[in-house]
Nanobody
Framework: QVQVVESGGGLVQPGGSLRLSCTAS????????MSWYRQNLGDERELVAR???????TTVDSVKDRFTVSRDNLGNTVYLQMNRLKPEDTAVYYC??????????????WGQGTQVTVSS
């Protein structure tokens, strides 16, 4: 059994900050990439940021210089620090984990999503 759980969303004013967390737990042998996606109703889910097992981090151009993605030393938790938030950042944010389970099966898991609303 594998779980991917996000936390940290909420309501924030434009220009404010939020930090999202996501932890993969359960019968896991190793976690490869961990990524953050976001989606608004009627839109496709889009990649926001990704960090590899080796710690290489990337963010998309629309959030570059405002968002930072990082990973803890154990490799099972990923963070998304979001600064200078804009109304267009409003979305449900989803965590994605590509991992190898204890039974050696490689698979992709999604969290349940956490709502981020940027509004005055």
């Amino acid at each position: 059994q594998v779980q991917v759980v996000e936390s940290g969303g909420g309501l924030v004013q434009p220009g404010g900050s939020l930090r999202l967390s996501c932890t993969a737990s359960g019968s896991i042998r190793s976690v490869e990439n961990m990524s953050w996606y976001r989606q608004n109703l009627g839109d496709e889910r889009e990649l926001v940021a990704r960090v590899t097992f080796g710690g290489s981090a990337t963010t998309v151009d629309s959030v570059k210089d405002r968002f930072t993605v990082s990973r803890d030393n154990l490799g099972n938790t990923v963070y998304l620090q979001m600064n200078r938030l804009k109304p267009e950042d409003t979305a449900v944010y989803y965590c994605n984990a590509v991992l190898t389970r204890s039974d050696y099966v490689k698979s992709t898991y999604w969290g349940q999503g956490t709502q981020v609303t940027v509004s005055s």
